[in-house]
């Protein structure tokens, strides 16, 4: 017998029995965005390699390492997205979307891959919901897209916010160089992955697990006490707004985040219920991207959210959905689908034997089911059964049959 074919190491199935969570939670965050104005976009799966060298950044640890990178039939380096910003970026820029109003207010909902090692909440194929505000630098819209995650994640458990500033890349630039110097006043104590990219990007020493490494972290200087006035300003501002929205957020200078486009503003949500992969979602301003890929010089904000991770996360209990009527047959099905089918024109959920049960095992379906109400259709004669009471009523004919089941479901 050949070797049973499993899915790919750090995928999933979605089955029936956690469809139901996903499907709402997709619906929730439709309705909230699109309240807020935001337009649903789609970008492909894959994209140019070079989109997400350019737009994530060389040095990050998701282009040197984490990508599903191949060569198409036509030798084009291809990569299956690891994250959403580059691409809109891409297709703001591609479709001249900076003649629109701006700023332009966008959301989607997608699979995303990278290649990382699969635990509890980390997977290579995992979901994203996010938005993108392109086309202004005002402080307000920084507060409205971390107001809106703050909305979507309200019923998520043990949440806390954080937020920083990290500038612009010449303060980031005169940081680095400064913390640099820190870090090699104590290199003996650092990780070896922190010594090793100490020259391209020493700011993620910040986001170390390595005791050591940690240890020197604690007294080295803080960007956030370097910003120049106008950052500094802004961030101000920021604050303002969320206080004003009545946001709880906390001040984190030592906020890193895992992508280099950002600028001025970063955030992250995480949850306490999630153990190691605490990050819920995050994001921040990043107004060099556009430009970076050749676009007008623009100004942006986002944020993603894990999907896998808002639903381990989540505080409600899934209710299910219920069913209305049940239509049980024993040898009408004519009768059975009509009966069904106009529920269903009514609004109404039903469902109709399919599987050759006898009138008793439909029962015992109906029942699993969570039917409220059950139509027996059997030797040409229709009844109506009112499962929470037991109560079972003759029906004249099938449209009698359909007015009895409506009234009680
Ligand atoms: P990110 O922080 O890399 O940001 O990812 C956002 C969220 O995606 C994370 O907080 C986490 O919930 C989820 N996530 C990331 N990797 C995995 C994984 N391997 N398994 C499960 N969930 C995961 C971005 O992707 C930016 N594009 C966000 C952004 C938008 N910044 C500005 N605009």
Do not use: C
């Not at 899915?7 to 996903?22: C, H, I, N, S």
């Not at 191949?70 to 910003?85: H, K, M």
């Not at 120049?228 to 004003?244: K, M, S, T």
């Amino acid at each position: 017998m050949a070797g049973k074919v499993q899915a790919p190491k750090g995928t999933f199935d979605v089955l029936p029995e956690g469809a139901g969570p996903r499907l709402r939670l997709q619906h929730a965050a439709e309705e909230l965005l699109g309240r807020w104005g935001y337009d649903y976009v789609e970008t492909p799966i894959f994209e140019d390699t070079e989109l997400f060298a350019r737009g994530v950044g060389e040095t990050t640890d998701i282009v040197q390492k984490e990508m599903f990178t191949f060569d198409d039939q036509g030798g084009r380096s291809i990569t299956l997205r690891p994250e959403g910003t580059a691409p809109v970026a891409r297709a703001y820029i591609e479709h001249g979307m900076h003649k629109r109003p701006q700023p332009v207010k966008l959301w989607y909902w997608g699979p995303f891959f990278r290649y990382e090692a699969p635990q509890a909440g980390r997977y290579r194929q995992f979901n994203q919901v996010g938005v993108e505000a392109i086309g202004t630098a005002s402080p307000s819209i920084d507060a409205e897209v971390i107001g809106l995650l703050a909305d979507l994640l309200s019923g998520t458990r043990g949440l806390r916010l954080r937020i920083s500033s990290i500038g612009t890349p010449e303060t980031r630039r005169e940081y680095s160089d400064e913390l640099r110097e820190h870090l090699r006043a104590h290199e003996d104590q650092l990780s070896d992955d922190v010594r090793a990219r100490l020259d391209a990007n020493p700011l993620r020493a910040f986001d170390s697990d390595h005791a050591g490494t940690q240890a020197v972290m604690r007294d080295a200087p803080r960007l956030l006490d370097r910003l120049g006035d106008e950052d500094e300003e802004h961030f101000a501002q920021v604050r303002a707004l969320l206080d004003a929205m009545e946001i709880a957020y906390e001040v984190d200078g030592t906020l890193v985040r895992g992508l280099d486009y950002y600028t001025r503003t970063v955030f992250e949500f995480t949850s306490d219920a999630l153990g190691a992969q605490s990050g819920v979602g995050g994001g921040g301003r990043y107004d060099l991207l556009i430009e970076q890929l050749g676009g007008p010089a623009t100004p942006g904000i986002g944020w993603a959210a894990g999907i896998e991770r808002i639903l381990l996360a989540s505080e409600a209990e899934d209710a299910g959905e219920r069913l209305d009527v049940y239509v049980a047959h024993s040898d009408d099905p004519l009768t059975a689908i009509y009966v069904a089918s106009r529920l269903h024109r009514r609004g109404k959920s039903a469902q109709l034997e399919h599987a050759g049960r006898s009138i008793k095992g439909q029962m015992k379906q109906a029942d699993r089911l969570g039917a409220r109400v059950v139509v027996i259709v059997e030797d040409g004669k229709l009844a109506v059964r009112n499962m929470a009471t037991g109560e079972q009523q003759e029906a004249r004919d099938r449209d009698d049959a359909i007015a009895l089941a409506e009234a009680v479901a």
